[in-house]
């Protein structure tokens, strides 16, 4: 099956509409192999855009990545790799590291997006993004960083993740951003009142969505409010004929700011079921069953 790739923001990158995030790869203890058939079953699915960030799996997941990717090198023409950079994690892998912070300095941009594109085994990322915001930011330091990587063929376009709209402002202030990567699920509704999901629709830029199933507790949660909203996504679910898990994505992709939600299951089955929400639409009785069950109230 091929999906069209879609456009994240004017002048792109173009993603696959839904993106896999590989955040818990090391986790599942895969061989190369195995992690080579999960990119080709998700690439299959139409599923060809992969999230990635330098720390996961206490950085170690891009190069997992990689390896898996090294079986099969003409895969990575059909892919788009996404990155992330800016946080400097304590652990076994940087010794150097006394305490978790964050580095937003035109030096430490650069040599993670190279340490990247190393582990990763490819020659370019199709978008980097700076993965939390740093009260230490420079904007016009970020921006000199991300066009020499630019220049020098390294990274095709730049975002944020976790940024709000001030923050996004002032570095857009500087240099074109394509994306804010967000979380948003029925359990985490900020960002549809706190001007996020309005800053990105008025400049038309598309949210990129994290945990879009709240890391599994929509689905398997164990309090109150998890069992009443996969209620109602079960009902809702039932009467579009998907899944409840479908029905979560599709909640997401309602929003008119077009969000690209990024799955991160290591089951093609669940792959599958985020890419059937695209073919669902919601009208706004559904959607809003969805946030009453989460918000525990009706709308005002
Ligand atoms: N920018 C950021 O700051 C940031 C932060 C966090 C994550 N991310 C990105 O977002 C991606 C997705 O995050 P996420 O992994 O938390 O996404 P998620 O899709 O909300 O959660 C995935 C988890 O839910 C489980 N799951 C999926 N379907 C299920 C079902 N039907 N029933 C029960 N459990 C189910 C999965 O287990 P199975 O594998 O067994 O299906 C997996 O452990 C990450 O890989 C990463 O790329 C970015």
Known sequence: ??????????????????????????????????????????????????????????????????????LAPSLRERLQLVGKCGIKLVGPARPAHRLKHYDTSAAHIVASAEASLRALRTDRLDLLLIHRPDALMDADEVAGAFE????????????????TPGQFE??????????????????????????????????????????????????AGGGETERRVHGALARIGERHGVSAASIAFAWLLRHPSRPVPVAGSRRIEAMREAVDALRITLDAQDWTEVWQAAAGHEVA
Request: proline share 6%; charged share 15%.
């Open 1 to 70: 099956m091929s999906l069209p790739l879609t456009t994240l923001a004017e002048h792109g990158p173009r993603l696959s509409p839904i993106v896999a995030g590989a955040w818990r790869l090391a986790d599942w203890q895969w061989t190369a192999a195995q992690g080579l058939r999960w990119i080709e079953q998700c690439a299959e699915l139409g599923v060809t855009s992969f999230d990635h960030a330098d720390i996961y799996g206490d950085y170690q997941v891009e190069a997992l990545f990689g390896e898996a990717l090294a």
């Open 170 to 219: 002032l570095l857009a202030s500087r240099i074109p951003l394509a994306t804010n990567q967000i979380e948003l699920h029925p359990l985490h509704r900020a960002p549809l009142t706190d001007g996020t999901l309005d800053q990105l629709q008025r400049l038309r830029i598309r949210p990129m969505i994290w945990s879009p199933l709240a890391g599994g507790a929509l689905l």
């Open 148 to 163: 020499a990587l630019r220049a020098a063929g390294k990274v095709l376009h730049f975002g944020v993740s976790n940024f």
